[in-house]
């Protein structure tokens, strides 16, 4: 029988589609797994964004994943908003992997979201602080737009969620 | 009316406006003002649509048909989305105008649902509220930016907040349900949230130098919640479900 502990690990091979250097665990979003005595599992994920593209694909890509595994049983995966995603979930790890992706990772413990916050962002190239917001909204809908006023580098920050 | 039915009631209200406002936004894909804008509208969009499917999908599970089914196949006389929705984009300071005002009344309603009673609902409002801030924060950025900018720019948001107010005032257009949902601590009641949106959206409006029309003009269009749209609906549901009318088992 698998235990919780090794199917999460198996799932850290499964990445974000939109930003493939994080794993789903990494990320946050695996918020329940269950494994039964004939080695069914069943895993839960919630999702970053409701209306996020990628959330169907990644349902598709933990049951095909675990349907690898032998010995395993049958495979289920559910998204549920019972847990409500934010970015205090992405793990330290999931920080670097952004950062390796050339996103800004986003900031911890934000009590009050607003536009002053995503104006703090730091270059995720330079780290420097003299930055400037060029917009809330990106590329995806999890991403803001900057610009870096001393790399001279147009970026990408990955927004706060609380 | 029991408290299913009343459910029943806001949920359609609520996810008709996602869906209408969240097609009218996705018009801006690829002729916003500048990329920002597009790039802008089109999240907002995605957000939006996104956002009604989950509602649609709560009214699935309360025994009403798919999201697609009720997405695609009504006539807009089915829809209980308000008129302000439906209106059509217009030149930006009236999408501008309209994201504003529409925007802090959904941001207000998704903050006090996550405290309804209705659990499945309260965890939609969790997740819809911190998206929706996103939202309200990029709409009072511009409403401030051009209300302040030239004479141009504050006359254009003065007339377009002028033309969209009374459409804005059809948003809290009370139900049946509504003394029902009450009781039952599942929704705080339209008049409540026409209350704290007008003191949201009031200081902000006196920073860009724009006044709220003068309260003896106020005459809300109401009648959307109950099925009766402007000539705009329909076309824009003809649009929508052009695909899907073809054949409803397009995938894409």
Redesign the interface.
């Known amino acids: 029988m698998f235990t919780e502990k090794e199917i999460r690990s198996i799932l850290k091979e499964v990445k974000d589609p939109e930003i493939p250097t994080i794993s789903i665990v990494d990320l946050g979003i695996v918020t329940g797994i269950e494994v039964s005595e004939a080695n069914d599992v069943h895993v839960t994920l919630t999702?970053t964004?409701?209306?996020?593209?990628a959330l169907r694909l990644m349902e598709d890509m933990v049951e095909e994943r675990l349907a690898k595994l032998p010995e395993i049983g049958t495979v289920s995966v559910n998204t549920s908003?019972?847990i409500?995603?934010?970015t205090d979930m992405i793990t330290p790890e999931g920080h670097e992997a952004i950062k390796k992706h050339g996103l800004a990772p986003p900031k911890r413990n934000c009590a009050k979201?607003?536009?002053k916050l995503l104006e703090e962002t730091v270059c995720p190239y330079c780290d420097s602080s003299n930055t400037t917001l060029?917009?809330?909204?990106?590329?995806t809908?999890c991403r803001s737009?900057h610009y870096c006023n001393d790399c001279k580098q147009a970026f990408e920050g990955f927004?706060p969620?609380? | 009316m029991n408290s299913i039915e009343a459910l029943k009631e806001l949920l359609y209200k609520m996810a008709d406006d996602q869906l209408i406002i969240g097609h009218r936004n996705s018009e801006w894909t690829g002729i916003g003002p500048i990329l920002?804008?597009d790039?802008?509208f089109?999240?907002?969009a995605?957000?939006?649509?996104?956002?009604s499917?989950?509602l649609y999908n709560l009214l699935h599970q309360l025994g009403e048909s798919d999201a697609d089914t009720l997405a695609f196949t009504r006539n807009a006389d089915q829809f209980h989305n308000s008129q302000l929705t439906e209106l059509p984009i217009g030149e930006y300071d009236f999408s501008l105008i309209r994201h504003f005002l529409f925007d802090f009344a959904e941001m207000l309603r998704f903050d006090g649902l996550r405290n309804s009673a209705y659990m499945?609902l309260a965890?939609?409002a969790?997740?819809?509220y911190?998206?929706i801030?996103?939202h309200t924060?990029?709409a009072s950025?511009w409403v401030r930016q051009l209300g302040q900018g030239n004479e141009e720019s504050k006359a254009r948001m003065q007339s377009a907040l002028n033309e969209a107010w009374n459409y804005a005032l059809g948003i809290f257009e009370q139900g049946e349900g509504e003394t029902v949902l009450q009781e039952e601590k599942i929704f705080e009641g339209e008049a409540s949230l026409q209350e704290k949106w007008l003191n949201a959206i009031t200081p902000i409006l006196e920073e860009a130098g724009l006044s709220i029309p003068d309260k003896s003009t106020w005459e809300p269009k109401n009648g959307g919640r109950k099925g009766y749209h402007t000539d705009y609906l329909q076309p824009l549901l003809d649009e929508m479900s052009e695909v899907y009318s073809i054949d409803p088992t397009a995938d894409w």
């Open positions: 999702p964004f409701a209306g996020c593209p908003f019972d409500t995603w934010t979201i607003d536009m060029k917009s809330p909204f990106g590329p809908l737009l927004k969620v609380s | 920002e804008e790039i802008a089109s999240s907002m995605q957000d939006k649509i996104g956002q499917e989950h499945p965890q939609l969790k997740k819809f911190g998206e801030k996103y924060m990029h950025t």
